[in-house]
């Protein structure tokens, strides 16, 4: 994070005073999951990361550490900084390339995957890396503890806390989460991964610029649902899951993941975007949900005239991609989207969803317009 203004900087420490963290002396947290929380330095950003993949050294933290956020631009490269003493400064350095990252200023998407390369310091770690294993399935008031170099500093701190809320993507927390933590550790009691820190704008002045600012935990499923976009359980070759069968279990529903797209193409007339099928057929993404359903950005969208795309027949719109929720307009019902032509099955309950998708699954459930009710299909209700 860069250095806070002089104004914020007395009230984290007046903050601070009130509220102080806890130094990991004094904690109980195993020191092979504090090792698996790392200084991160990319340019002139500050931040902290988790070690997702010991093995193949992967690590999670926010696209804002590596990021300039204004600017989009993004460092070559960032430093990460490993503990030998929980009480004192990072000593074994590592230089780590940003394999994939990506911001949205309301802070739900706000996170990157570094992976470590080449050792700087003379001094390291062998490995694995430790590492941490994710849980999906947080409940409220469960406790956690969030592990970061907070205030800008070189120095981890632990602040403890509960679950206090889950609101679109994020899970709320009374734990304090200060500048510096961001990209660090939501941990559950057993010393899982159930949350990054991350810094949201929630309100904004009428010139633009930040009014007030908020941190909360981006739920670690938002990460790893962004990460399949771009390849099915693509999340799986960066995390390990502390319960991979329930994770999965919702696989068994989803007939297909494969939209069949040879091309996806727009025109300069028209700001919507085609998928290219074989035998010269086509289908529309009615709306910027639907197409992020299936795909993370537009980098892959192609540019032709009119009237190459007139010999393509359209044969209907795309629907969201299977394994998401959704909900029209004026019913009251939840579907799951199990296959790329919108067959629908009911979730009978709320118990249901809960076992499924944990008790934030209501911020995975898309709102999809009645207009576009006939581009789906209903069939069996999932078992209760």
Avoid at 1 to 17: D, E, I, K
Avoid at 41 to 52: E, L, P
Avoid at 144 to 171: K, N
Avoid at 366 to 380: A, M
Wanted: hydrophobic share 45%.
């Amino acid at each position: 994070m860069l250095a806070l203004p002089f104004r914020q900087s007395l009230f984290l420490v007046a903050f601070l005073l009130l509220f102080p963290l806890l130094p990991l002396h004094a904690a109980t947290v195993p020191l092979s999951t504090i090792q698996a929380v790392v200084w991160v330095h990319c340019g002139n950003r500050q931040g902290s990361g988790t070690v997702v993949n010991g093995e193949k050294g992967y690590v999670l933290t926010s696209a804002h550490v590596v990021m300039d956020v204004s600017t989009g631009a993004t460092a070559l490269s960032c430093t990460v900084g490993f503990l030998e003493d929980p009480t004192a400064r990072p000593v074994y350095l590592y230089r780590a390339d940003i394999v994939r990252s990506t911001f949205q200023a309301d802070g739900q998407l706000d996170f990157a995957i570094l992976h470590i390369t080449d050792q700087i310091s003379s001094q390291g770690i062998s490995l694995p890396f430790p590492s941490l294993k994710t849980d999906e399935f947080a409940v409220l008031h469960d406790s956690i503890h969030v592990l970061g170099f907070a205030g800008g500093q070189q120095l981890l701190f632990e602040a403890d806390g509960s679950i206090t809320g889950f609101r679109g993507g994020h899970i709320q927390t009374n734990a304090l989460i200060s500048p510096g933590d961001s990209g660090g550790a939501g941990l559950d009691d057993q010393g899982n991964l159930v949350g990054i820190p991350t810094r949201i704008a929630t309100m904004y002045n009428a010139d633009g610029s930040v009014a007030n600012v908020s941190y909360e935990l981006v739920d670690i499923r938002a990460v790893e649902n962004w990460l399949d976009l771009f390849s099915p359980n693509l999340h799986d070759q960066f995390f390990t899951h502390a319960d991979p069968t329930r994770f999965h279990q919702t696989a068994v529903f989803v007939h297909d993941t494969d939209l069949g797209c040879e091309d996806l193409v727009k025109t300069s007339v028209s700001p919507s975007v085609f998928c290219l099928l074989p035998n010269s057929l086509r289908r529309v993404f009615p709306n910027a949900d639907a197409f992020h359903s299936w795909f993370p950005d537009f980098s892959t969208i192609l540019q032709v005239a009119p009237e190459d795309l007139a010999d393509f027949r359209v044969t209907g719109n795309v629907t969201l991609k299977p394994g998401s929720l959704v909900k029209f307009e004026t019913s009251p019902n939840v579907f799951l989207v199990v296959d790329s032509s919108g067959l629908l099955r009911l979730v009978p309950s709320e118990t249901k969803a809960l076992q499924l998708w944990g008790p934030n699954w209501g911020a995975l459930v898309h709102g999809v317009s009645d207009l576009f009710f006939s581009n789906y299909s209903i069939g069996q209700a999932l078992d209760e």
